[in-house]
């Protein structure tokens, strides 16, 4: 009887050393889990409180450098939330976009010579691209005056003269548009299908027609690091405008 009694105690100890080495497992694993987790959350905490100091960079930039003279503008912030903040403003001097349909945009061609032209490629599908209308501002002895011009990306029957197809750099539609001295700029807007654009010079730099403001921000450790791009665009009237008819005395036809 003893002997089973012994044998008996035996299996209790291994059975109980047994569930100690589960609980054990058990326990480390949580354990292991519980430190990940924090980990984490102290790391997304970290990138979240870094990506603020970029964009805090970007409103920096923006409300110092208001007239954004020079071809490059750099900057340091400073610290904010304890990271480092530097920015950069870079003058852009061709207009890529992408635009809905009937919303315009602008282009800035002040300083235009006669013969000059500009570049419009557009539409990244062949399935029912877009057209584009495009009006030219430009000075008539002091007189404002307008030139409409219709860019067909296809035939709708309307007029517009058809655009040239193939691949120029990933869009299939291109037209050119030939300028005269003393326009001012032209604003163009798709119709028919919204569109990606854009527009460039042909034989000359077009003025600066927005801006590229990049912030970095880098925390103290230098282990976690981000960059916030922001693109200032010109300012310009609103969409609405190109439907409105304005006269300071009496409108006469």
């Given at each position: ?8 105690s ?79 403003i870079?003058?852009v ?77 990933g ?63 010109l ?19």
């Amino acid at each position: 009887m003893i002997k089973g009694k012994e044998n008996q105690s035996g299996q209790i100890g291994v059975i109980i050393l047994l569930m100690m080495v589960v609980l054990l497992t058990i326990g480390l694993s949580l354990a292991s889990r519980s430190t990940q987790d924090l980990f984490l959350a102290t790391q997304q905490a970290e990138s979240t409180r870094v990506f603020n100091a970029a964009e805090a960079g970007i409103e920096e930039a923006l409300s110092t450098a208001l007239d954004f003279e020079g071809a490059t503008l750099e900057g340091s912030v400073g610290t904010i939330e304890d990271a480092n903040v530097n920015y950069v403003i870079r003058k852009v001097n061709e207009l890529e976009t992408r635009l809905f349909e009937g919303v315009a945009v602008m282009v800035d061609v002040t300083g235009v010579s006669d013969g000059q032209q500009l570049v419009f490629d557009w539409s990244k599908t062949t399935t029912d691209p877009a057209s584009l209308v495009a009006v030219v501002y430009y000075d008539d002895a002091g007189t404002t005056r307008v030139r409409h011009y219709g860019l067909g990306g296809s035939n709708q029957g309307d007029g517009f003269t058809l655009a040239s197809t193939g691949d120029f750099g990933g869009y299939t539609r291109r037209s050119t548009l030939t300028l005269q001295s003393g326009d001012l700029f032209v604003r163009v807007w798709p119709i028919y299908n919204d569109t990606y654009i854009k527009v460039t010079g042909n034989g000359w730099t077009l003025p600066v027609q927005y801006y590229n403001v990049r912030s970095e921000a880098q925390n103290e450790n230098g282990n976690e690091t981000r960059i916030v791009e922001v693109n200032r665009t010109l300012s310009t009237a609103p969409s609405v405008m190109d439907y409105a008819v304005f006269s300071g005395t009496t409108l006469t036809k």
